[in-house]
């Protein structure tokens, strides 16, 4: 099928007809006395459809006619595509079957394939398919479609770095308006505040909201401050836990009643004065409102709630004091917020042309920053004249639509690569934040990444990932650097071209499952009922993603969705039951849903996976994190052939597997547990050249020569990024552990090393060694025999570094700086520097009077801990230190109190030091110092904390 290689295809054909092509296929046909020209049938029809495929995915928004064809389509292709994963997974079986000569192997031998009911059943199956594809082909030119319509795809590299949070153009009244609603004494009398902020969709509600959250401002004024994103689920109860988890409070699960929840709210906000914002609220139930506000009203006056919405009606019924109409954005601003996203530095000055038909486009996206922005990404560094007057002349933008033309335009000029994936992300929830390794890993899943040469999949879905954020369909969480969402009216537009084959459970909204839902995920709340979700699950026969998304409550009975469900789902790909806490036990019956790729029973109270598992050839994940009962590995987890990753992260495994080197494809292994005698030994690694990521080796005390130590070969994995080496024998004091560490020497492309429990009297020279140029973080636990430290000031990028129970320790030298040239001084990037549990420590020499100040140059923080015999000053003056904690270290702080502390010092724990009296005056000056932390411990003669009183930086303090 040569000819179809240079066809821009979308993922799944391109994916069927590789299938197809391959030897494996052509081979199994010939040798079961398979029609072979069944295969050529179907190489034409999905070529014919193929043709008119661009066409189809443009004119399905206007044209209800065109998105059935696509959906029949698409459904057809789906079934296809189990029909040949089923041939391949059987041609892989038997490959296997040999290599491992088993038993099935003799036995198929003696089995006529002409007569197996698995050869029987296929051929039925394709002609099925076939007559579809058939009569599709007729209906496109019935319906009006056309081979190569369609716009060209964006060409801007995948790698493009993310797009930076934008500035915010055209709303400084709004914020300085709200803002003076919150600062203001008198607007409300004594009634809860209620500050409303309306608009439509994509106008910047929660854009204006989250700069008047953050603005400094609010630190002073309030008490407390917390943001609650509230979309269409207004449920009370689950409203009242999370604002009290967000005030830092346990809610004990699920056992506790809403009235104890709203008792312990009100008696945490009375007298405080505090901000709350609800985004994005539909609540128009004010029985709700009424029964979740009640807690708020004893707060101290002035605080204040700040709604969001599209909808005055909801502003309505929450009794808002003030109503802010946001308006939309002047077509001035709408050119800097345009200009920002589609020019490089936001300059359009080198290219008038373009201004003038971006000025166009701007035009038509009628004051909507969410469709300027989304608009300005996907023409990012595009500098053809050309491709911005299709933009600017589509005719999309004139067609009636439930979706923003502008967010259509932008779905319209994906990659054809790019649209599948974003539609598969209308698996999530308004307002539900994905990380991005969970996403490609269930990209991958679904045979979403194709297999290009010198690139793995993963990587291919990372560069995906990073197209859609910098085209601004995918969004950063203002709370965490590793959380993505997607805005509402982005989810909306992958709702609407996914259609029918992905399915949301939202509370009681399972009717709406149909037999062509492939995808399927839910989130359910304590009240919704399930009654009617299981018989409609079992009518999508063709499930292929059953994923349940975390955090939510365990409503679903665990029996009927393990034991009876999930062998019905023979074409799933994607199982996971994540933080379901009542499953115990998998059927056997998991190891015949062939087409797995993606398993997660990550933090369920599971004990064992069945040995059945390992016959799941095509399994490419298997995360079983948190899971606190579960104890080994199936005995055959070798067979996995295909396992990328296996993530274990704190659940207690006590052994590995043996002939875990068989799995060459591994790229994730969180531990490997060393074994004893004949159990698996460390040289398993030497195989497993794609690890990357995080590794922990533990029960390393269990290798029986530095030999095997040097066989796993880490100094050739050079995608590993973090890895813990782990000793658990605490009374080995062993020389030959020296060597082992010696053969474990990394790759130099290492960012974080911990070394804990080992029995050696010196630590190996490679550590610190200045070859290892990315190491970040470096963390030293319980070597408790080494009495010399490694020469790590050399590390030129090291930034935190802990050194915790050298027992065997009695002073800091100079060769702990090392030999640094005179540009370099040691320590140069460290910011964080800890010393703990060191009872023999008397001495830390500075680097040399000659070099005084010339190390530490950039440390923030010092925390020295149960230092018992640590005296004189300490060699470390660099004003950079904002946080210095000195604990159980009597002798140091004697001589620190007689230092100068650092200038910018802004948090300061003193602890366990019997003869302070009082903190120094200079260190409490009220008008120089920066201290906002004082914290003190264990000082029984502490008479007051300074003569001069506090500081007025101060924020926080406590003595105890």
């Known amino acids: 099928m040569a000819e179809v290689a240079g066809l821009l295809l979308s993922p799944f054909l391109q994916v069927l007809f590789e299938k197809v092509a391959s030897p494996e296929f052509v081979d199994f046909f010939r040798s079961r006395k398979l029609d072979r020209r069944l295969l050529k049938r179907l190489e034409i ?9 661009e066409d189809a995915e443009e004119m399905q928004f206007t044209k209800p006619m065109v998105k059935k064809w696509l959906d029949e389509l698409k459904d057809a292709v789906y079934d296809a595509e189990d029909i040949l994963d089923e041939i391949h997974t059987e041609v892989l079986r038997c490959k296997l079957d040999a290599e491992f000569h088993t038993v099935a192997t003799k036995v198929r031998k003696t089995i006529s394939t002409s007569l197996s009911p698995f050869v029987k059943e296929i051929e039925p199956k394709i002609k099925d398919i076939l007559e579809t594809l058939d009569h599709l082909v007729k209906q496109k030119d019935v319906i009006g479609l056309k081979e190569g319509v369609g716009g060209k795809s964006s060409g801007r590299s995948s790698t493009t770095s993310l797009v930076k949070e934008s500035d915010i153009f055209g709303r400084d009244d709004d914020k300085k308006s709200i803002i003076n609603l919150l600062l203001s004494d008198n607007i409300s009398g004594n009634d809860l505040c209620v500050i409303a902020v309306v ?12 700069l008047v959250y953050n603005d400094d401002r609010m630190e002073g004024h309030f008490d407390l401050k917390v943001w609650v994103c509230v979309s269409d689920d207004f449920d009370v109860l689950k409203m009242t836990k999370i604002f009290l988890e967000k005030l830092g409070l346990s809610t004990n699960g699920d056992s506790k009643s809403l009235d104890w929840l709203q008792v312990t709210l009100q008696q945490n906000l009375r007298g405080k004065k505090f901000l709350l914002v609800l985004d994005d609220v539909w609540n128009k139930n ?16 002035g ?33 800097k917020l345009f200009s920002k996203h589609a020019f490089h530095s936001g300059n359009s000055n080198a290219h008038q042309e373009l201004e003038v038909i971006g000025r166009q486009i701007v035009k038509r996206c009628e004051g909507l920053p969410l469709a300027v922005k989304t608009i300005g990404a996907l023409l990012w560094s595009e500098l053809d004249v050309r491709e911005w007057n299709k933009i600017q002349g589509s005719e999309i933008w004139d067609l009636p639509s439930d979706v923003i033309p502008a967010l259509r335009l932008s779905y319209k000029y994906l990659p054809l690569d790019l649209k599948h994936c974003f539609a598969y992300c209308s698996i999530f929830p308004k307002d539900h934040y994905f990380e991005k390794e969970d996403l490609i890993l269930l990209w991958m899943a679904e045979g979403l990444l194709p297999q290009v040469t010198g690139k ?82 079992y009518e999508a026969k063709r499930l292929r993603t059953f994923l349940r998304l975390r955090h939510n409550y365990n409503t679903m009975p665990v029996k009927e969705l393990v034991h009876d469900l999930l062998p019905t789902l023979r074409c799933s790909r994607v199982f996971s039951l994540c933080y379901y806490q009542n499953l115990i036990e998998l059927p056997n019956s998991i190891g015949k ?30 995360k079983l994190r948190h899971c606190e009962n579960l104890t080994e590995l199936p005995r055959d987890t070798h067979k996995l052939i295909n396992l990328r990753h296996l993530d274990f992260s704190d659940t207690p495994i006590k052994e590995m597997p043996i002939q875990l080197g068989r799995l060459h494809c591994l790229q994730t292994l969180t531990e490997f547990i060393v074994g ?37 070969s880490l100094n050739d994995k050079k995608y590993l990024d973090e890895l813990n080496l782990e000793w658990n024998d605490e009374n080995n004091i062993s020389e030959s552990q020296k060597t082992v560490l010696d053969n474990l020497k990394p790759h130099a492309n290492l960012k974080s090393l911990s070394i804990i429990g080992y029995g050696g009297k010196k630590i190996s020279d490679w550590i610190g060694h200045n070859s290892f140029s990315n190491i970040a973080s470096l963390y030293l636990f319980k070597c408790k025999y080494c009495s010399i430290l490694p020469p790590l000031g050399q590390l030129p990028s090291l930034q935190s570094l802990s050194i915790v129970q050298f027992d065997g320790i009695d002073e800091v030298d100079r060769e702990f700086y090392g030999n640094c040239s ?12 800890k010393f703990r549990d060191m009872p023999k420590l008397e001495k830390w020499f500075a680097f040399g009077a000659e070099n005084e100040g010339g190390a530490f140059t950039h440390l923030e923080e010092l925390e020295i801990v149960n230092c018992p015999k640590l005296r004189r000053e300490l060699p470390i003056h660099p004003p950079s230190i904002s946080r210095l904690v000195i604990e159980e270290c009597p002798l140091l702080v004697t001589s620190l109190l007689r230092e100068e502390f650092p200038t910018g010092l802004q948090k300061l724990a003193i602890g366990g030091f019997d003869a302070l009296e009082s903190i120094p005056d200079r260190l409490m000056d009220f008008n120089s110092s920066c201290l906002e932390e004082l914290k003190i411990s264990g000082c029984h003669s502490l008479i007051s904390l300074s003569s001069a009183g506090l500081p007025s930086t101060l924020k926080e303090s406590g003595v105890c």
């Open 45 to 53: 029809a999905l070529l014919i459809v193929n043709a008119v495929l």
């Open 199 to 210: 608009g439509m969709g994509g106008l910047g509600k929660t854009t204006l909201a989250q």
């Open 286 to 301: 004010y029985s709700k409102w009424e029964a979740f506000s009640n807690p708020f009203r004893f707060g101290a006056e």
């Open 303 to 335: 605080s204040r709630v700040i709604v969001t919405t599209r909808d005055k009606r909801v502003a309505s019924i929450m009794r808002s004091t003030e109503i802010h109409d946001l308006k939309k954005l002047q077509e001035e601003d709408c050119w």
């Open 456 to 537: 793995t999949m993963e990587q291919i879905g990372h560069d995906y990932f990073v197209d859609l954020v910098s085209r601004s369909l995918f969004q950063q969480s203002s709370e965490s650097t590793l959380e993505f969402g997607m805005h509402d009216l982005i989810n909306d537009l992958a709702r609407f071209v996914s259609g029918q084959f992905t399915f949301r459970l939202e509370g009681e909204n399972s009717l709406d499952i149909v037999n062509k839902t492939r995808h399927f995920s839910f989130f359910l709340n304590q009240y919704d009922t399930t009654e009617k979700v299981l018989p409609a699950l």
């Open 593 to 622: 849903i062939k087409c797995l790729r993606y398993l997660d029973f990550s933090r369920t109270a599971i004990r064992k996976i069945p040995d059945s598992i390992c016959n799941l050839c095509n399994l490419q994940t298997l």
């Open 676 to 712: 004893k005698q004949s159990r698996a030994g460390i040289e398993e690694l030497g195989n497993l050249a794609n690890l990357g990521g995080k590794l922990c080796i533990s029960n390393l005390q269990n290798v029986v020569s530095p030999i095997h130590a040097l066989a796993a």
């Open 822 to 833: 005179s540009s370099t001084k040691p320590f140069g990037a460290l910011k964080v520097l």
